[in-house]
């Protein structure tokens, strides 16, 4: 089984990790222009006591590479080069499967431009918002959410949240539990200022964020400015509230205000889950994941609103929202 790794630096480097914990012989292309990124990939494959069942080829450039088919390509780069590399494979490549990290694209135009790439060739593409393949959350799902009453999905934290680039998640997860539309993100709640990224180039965002769904669902997401606090998860459907302490995996279940269960959940890594859905296409042709499609329509919203925000700070408005 051939399988296609573009970026490799320090997300792409645990999707390497996991890819070689998969049980299947696996001849696995790793490609970044970075020779930093390459061995950083290289040293951390290294942790991996099962890499010696699989073959890996470093690459700088797709170009060099030997052969035109691939059982699935990761997509890990930063958006800014995304839409241009998933153009690039599916035009060079035969691909089964696609996996793109997110956010998926800066600009509005190369949604469409994407759908149409996508919906052109043979292969199923997904987007990788994991929380809703958590075993926690689907089994949340499964006992707490009702479809008579609508969700509301909290999330608040620190600065260091990264509002801009994660808020996606959030809004994954919540398309998962309500099984509903996104219809609306309201950004009048940010900050009045725009600040740097703790990725280089990158700008963030602090203040609040809401995002509400056809059947009155709701999404809330609070960046602090200026605070280090942890991060946390709340959900309430009918009776039920969840709290839960993202870091830590400890939730506690409330139903009526009343404490009726109080435990920990595993908390999932990129290096340990890759592989699980490589291997969940092969056993079943689907993965969990969002499909290509359904994320497009949840970054539209997200992106148009945020990026509007962000020109109120520009001297000219700008076409590209620089998160990543």
Known sequence: MKLLLIGA??????????????????EIYVVDSSL?????????????????NHEVVYLTNLNDINCNEFYCVVIATGAS??????KDVLAKFSVNYMILEKVLFQDMKSYQAALDIVNSANAKVFVNCPLRVYPFFQELK???????????????????????????????????????????????????????????????????????????????????KNSDQDSV??????????????????????????LVEESKYEVQYQSNLTHKIVESLLDADSCGLI?????????????????????????????LLPIT
Request: net charge negative; charged share 25%; with cysteine.
């Open 291 to 319: 499909g290509f499609s359904g994320s497009v329509d949840l970054h539209k919203i997200y992106i148009e609103a945020l990026l509007a925000h962000y020109n109120r700070f520009t001297d000219k408005p700008e076409l």
């Open 36 to 52: 930093d990124s390459l061995e950083l990939s290289k040293s951390r494959a290294q942790e991996i006591e099962s890499a010696k």
């Open 233 to 258: 998860i709340e959900i309430i459907n009918g009776d039920y509230r969840i709290s839960i302490d993202e870091l830590s995996g400890n939730y506690c279940i409330y139903k009526s205000g009343e």
């Open 142 to 224: 499964h006992q707490f959410i009702s479809k008579e009453n609508s969700t509301l999905l909290n999330y608040s934290g620190g600065e260091w949240i990264g509002l801009g680039c994660n808020t996606i998640h959030y809004l994954d997860l919540l398309d998962y539990l309500a099984e509903e539309k996104l219809v609306r993100v309201d950004v009048e709640g940010l900050d009045d200022e725009v600040i740097e990224s703790k990725r280089k180039g990158f700008k963030e965002f602090t203040g609040k964020l809401v995002a509400e769904f056809s059947d009155g669902s709701a999404l809330n997401v609070y960046s602090i």
């Open 81 to 86: 080069v995304r839409f241009t590399i998933l």
């Open 9 to 26: 630096g320090q997300l792409g480097s645990r999707h390497l990790q996991s890819l070689l914990k998969l049980k299947v012989s696996a």
